[in-house]
């Protein structure tokens, strides 16, 4: 009886004495970790990275705003319409051989749509400014390109004016626009733009540039291909304005205006203007308002 107790002592009391070290251990570390804890909390921050451009006062969450592709250095403007023929179109023109058999018959000799596309900002920024280059982003079907174009010429500039639309409108768009026929699915947008451009003989000064705001704006940073006047008036919502606004501020030239439309709408605080206000408080700028449209003009003086 007493061997039998013995073995049962021995035989709990290893188990105790095995668990009473697992306590133990469990402890140590869980101490370990709160002191190495309370150890990184004590030491002082490390420097960030410098910021560069307009982000050098903006908090880490608005980081993946950055604008990082390097511009090249800026093309001479004669040499813009080659570089956007050799780089997208290989080296032809796009209304070669206009237009394609399969849309022939589907398109209107002239059909042009947009909203505020005839304000008199264009005139007097074209006036002020007298561009060589001017890039539009957000064409729809050409009415404000066309409007600059017959201002240009009407006051002797020579101007090539880059048109910037992935020209896919916007889902349920042609509800209100029936006109704009689809063909297995595709829109004919774009080949009612270069329709439009081939009726008002403004081939020459004219060129779609059919892809994204944000991948076309890169690449023409990259190839150096910088605008005297750019507009903007692609997506109204806050993040596409944002983001439209710095990467086209990137390539304007020193001395060039950029500006848009839907500065004053109902969504203005959500959308454009918010995105307007920011850029614009960011960098030091002043924004003027003329009809519809903000204008902000890289040669003023920075504001106090």
Partial sequence: MKEEQLSYRHHHGNKKTKLSAY???FLLAYALGYLSSLSSR???PTS????TGIFNSLPSQLDNFRVTTHCSDPLPSSLVRQTILDR????????????PARVTGLLR???VKGWGSYGAVFEHLIQKVKPKVIIEVGTFLGASALHMAN???RLGLDAQILCIDDFRGWPGF???LKYVNMVNGDVLLLYQFMQNVIYSNATKWVLPVPFSSGSALEKLCEWGVFGDLIEIDAGHDFNSAWADINRAYRILR???VIFGHDYFTMAHNRGVRRAVNLFAELNGLKIQTDGQHWVIDSAQLPST
């Fill in 23 to 25: 306590v133990i251990l």
């Fill in 42 to 44: 004590l030491q002082p």
């Fill in 48 to 51: 960030p990275q410098p910021a």
């Fill in 88 to 99: 997208i179109y290989h080296a032809t023109s796009p209304y070669d051989n206009f237009p």
């Fill in 109 to 111: 000799d002239k059909r």
């Fill in 151 to 153: 201002l240009t010429r």
């Fill in 174 to 176: 042609r509800d209100r």
């Fill in 254 to 256: 020193p001395g060039g």
